[in-house]
């Protein structure tokens, strides 16, 4: 059963860096836009870019403003825009013919968009923690592991995204992926000595248990793959899963941008605030 894509109308907002700290706050579909037209231009107009940067570098904001302008007569409108973002990415990379993520990590994620709900991503950190801790209770460990620990590693933002949270359990049995704003995060794995009785523990099963405080519900039962939205967790309600708009044509600074979300929120994560 194929999980229906349902856009999400709420645009996801970065903050550009400044000369002298966060700078202005700018709809990242409209950034990334601004980056992939002065990608081309470093790549087509060299000397016009190192022309544009020598510009900017030097404080002439009136001169600087007229030569983009020149260079993109079409782009009127958006002329405001595109000297916040070349002014980010500069401040980003220094003067160079690559333009990476012009995006404040640490500003963004004040904002409260999708991306920015620190408590749904200790929420979700919280229920890899228990599928996990519950395998060690089921006989997992050092000297026999049967379920791999990937909890360290990020979501990849170009597969599945989500509103929400989706818990997709392989073969049924085996809880390993949750789908995220972030991206769908593989923090665990099957090993070659997973065996079917390592889900058992006398009448308990591993996903009963580790799922114990989730309330699921059944959105696609595949033979070898099972996917739930998660309703609530842990005695909250949780945001309304749905499946967020397919990120394969977006630009490799968006990716970059979302995986330095997740890891920012990692370095404000509390434990304490759920154990």
């Known amino acids: 059963m194929y999980m229906h894509k349902i856009l999400d109308d709420l ?26 037209v002065l990608h081309e231009f470093v790549q087509e107009r060299p000397v016009e870019f190192y022309h544009l940067a020598g510009l900017y570098e030097r404080g002439y904001t009136r001169a600087f403003e007229k030569a983009l302008r020149k260079y993109f007569p079409t782009a009127t409108e958006a002329i405001p825009a595109m000297i916040a973002v070349f002014q980010a990415a500069l401040v980003s990379d220094g003067i160079a013919t690559r333009l990476g993520s ?32 519950t395998s060690v209770e089921f006989g997992n460990g050092v000297d026999r592991v049967w379920m791999e620990d990937h909890r360290e590693e990020p ?9 929400g ?37 006398g009448d308990a099963t591993l996903l009963a248990t580790a799922t114990a405080d989730l309330v699921l519900e059944p959105v696609s039962m595949q033979k070898n793959n099972a996917v739930y939205a998660i309703e609530s967790a842990f005695g909250e309600a949780l945001p309304r899963a749905k499946i967020l708009p397919e990120l394969k044509n977006a630009g490799e600074s968006q990716y970059r941008y979302i995986t330095a979300v997740w890891k920012q929120a990692a370095k404000c994560l509390d434990p304490a605030r759920y154990f």
């Open 102 to 133: 012009p995006y404040d990590i640490e500003a963004s994620y004040q904002h409260t968009g999708l991306l920015y709900d620190q408590h749904l991503y200790r929420i979700a950190r919280r229920i890899a923690d228990c599928i996990y801790q």
């Open 155 to 163: 979501p990849y933002p170009k597969d599945e995204r989500s509103q």
């Open 165 to 201: 949270l989706f818990l997709s359990v392989y073969c049924r049995e085996f809880p390993n992926r949750l789908i995220t704003p972030w991206g769908t995060w593989r923090f665990v794995d099957w090993s070659e000595r997973t065996r079917s009785s390592d889900l058992l523990n």
């Open 11 to 36: 645009p996801e907002i970065v903050v550009l860096r400044g000369v002298t700290g966060p700078g202005e706050r700018i709809a990242l579909e409209v950034a990334e836009a601004i980056l992939r």
